[in-house]
């Protein structure tokens, strides 16, 4: 009877451990040449912001950090002192090992036992291979003499070539794996500052095959929700375009309009007269649209002039945590949570995102266009 009470027991113990286990991952990493007690530190990545989950210190060039996760989820391992943070994608009960040279984090570091961490790792690499040319092409670009015509058509030839191929290679890796979670990465992959690798309007077919496979294979992640509202919106821009008809141009006097603000108080249009406003119209669930407008802020500020940021955002939780994360709360914020539907949206002919509208201080239309720079020109 002792003998079968204590089989009993340790099959109670068994499955316990078992239960109290499962969704529970590991990270074990390798990393030669970091200093000793390097902190670092494992933080959750949502649609709207990092969430500390745990942190170590390296010792004898190794860390290891446990941590839960219940579904395939996107991570962030962040190095106390370095700019580069490594991306995973970790799916409960995985065990992944991690290796790199401190010194060089982007190019040589290289994860087992997660296959969507091991694809973002591709992607990360190539993508650190195509920032190295491109920065030595501007880094020439800066030095060259005027009238050095041949130097110049040659590292613009280069530049060309870099950028098609960085394209062409995360075309080729979407088109392989959509039903990855990485495939989100390869979506919104900057190759320089302002330039996305994909671009919402002319490669629209690559949004579509992820969404599609994505939104089957995991309907509840937050970041494919996000990615099924963007890719709504692309198609409501395309049909928009069909039935579009001439608006206002530069040179018209700006239509008013009437619109709430984040905090509920009406806004309207005609009250700017006798200060420059410029209208951005963006989105909090367009980050393409993120890095514009942070910079058309800064250059509205430095010109006297009002940023009415417009955003065609139909989430207020959403659009709020983006003006929160953006910093532009000292900005006018309007939105009636309508989208292409807004009545500036249609007032304005508007037809993508970012756009940026400036209108002078007596309301006439100076510029209308996606570059906040030059819409200043139009200013001096």
């Known amino acids: 009877m002792k003998k079968y009470l204590a089989i009993l027991i340790s099959?109670?113990?068994?499955?316990?451990?078992?239960?109290?286990?499962?969704?529970?991952?590991?990270?074990?990493?390798?990393?030669?040449?970091?200093?000793?007690?390097?902190k670092v530190t494992l933080l959750e990545v949502t649609p709207s912001e990092l969430i500390p989950v745990d942190s170590t210190y390296i010792r004898n060039g190794s860390f290891r950090i446990n941590a839960f996760t219940p579904k395939k989820n996107f991570f962030m391992l962040k190095f106390d002192d370095k700019d580069y943070n490594i991306f995973l994608i970790v799916d409960s009960a995985e065990t992944i090992t991690l290796t790199a040279d401190y010194n060089n984090l982007v190019t040589t570091y290289k994860v087992e036992g997660s296959e969507d961490s091991r694809l973002v790792q591709l992607l990360e690499y190539e993508l650190a291979k195509t920032k190295r040319v491109l920065d030595s092409i501007v880094e020439q670009y800066a030095s060259l003499k005027t009238g050095d015509t041949a130097k110049?058509?040659?590292?613009?030839?280069?530049?060309?070539?870099?950028?098609?191929?960085?394209?062409?290679?995360?075309?080729?890796?979407?088109?392989?794996?959509?039903?990855?979670?990485?495939?989100?990465?390869?979506?919104?992959?900057?190759?320089?500052?302002?330039?996305?690798?994909?671009?919402?309007?002319?490669?629209t077919q690559y949004y579509f095959m992820v969404d599609t496979s994505l939104g089957r294979l995991y309907p509840d992640n937050p970041h494919v929700k996000k990615m099924h509202l963007f890719t709504q919106n692309i198609r409501m821009l395309i049909d928009r375009r069909?039935?579009?008809?001439?608006?206002?141009?530069?040179?018209?006097?700006?239509?008013?309009?009437?619109?709430?603000?984040v905090d509920g108080n009406t806004f309207n249009l005609v009250s700017m007269k006798g200060k420059p406003v410029l209208l951005a119209f963006w989105a909090g669930w367009a980050e393409n649209t993120y890095q514009p407008l942070v910079r058309a802020y800064q250059l509205a500020k430095k010109n006297n002039a009002e940023l009415v940021a417009v955003s065609l955002d139909v989430d207020k939780h959403l659009w709020k945590n983006a003006i929160d994360r953006l910093h532009l709360n000292g900005?006018?914020?309007?939105?009636?949570?309508?989208?292409?539907?807004?009545k500036p949206v249609k007032l304005f002919g508007v037809g993508k995102i970012p756009y940026f509208i400036l209108i002078s201080d007596s309301g006439e239309i100076l510029y209308m266009g996606d570059n906040p720079s030059k819409a200043f020109e139009a200013l001096k």
């Open 11 to 38: 099959l109670f113990f068994i499955f316990s451990c078992a239960n109290k286990n499962k969704g529970d991952f590991t990270i074990i990493g390798k990393i030669d040449n970091a200093p000793e007690k390097t």
């Open 331 to 342: 900005a006018i914020n309007i939105s009636d949570l309508k989208q292409w539907n807004s």
């Open 242 to 261: 069909k039935t579009q008809a001439p608006y206002v141009t530069t040179g018209s006097a700006a239509p008013d309009f009437s619109l709430k603000d």
């Open 152 to 203: 110049f058509k040659s590292l613009d030839s280069l530049y060309r070539k870099t950028v098609n191929d960085q394209k062409r290679y995360s075309k080729n890796f979407v088109s392989e794996h959509h039903g990855s979670l990485a495939a989100l990465i390869a979506l919104s992959q900057y190759y320089m500052d302002n330039h996305t690798v994909f671009d919402p309007e002319s490669d």
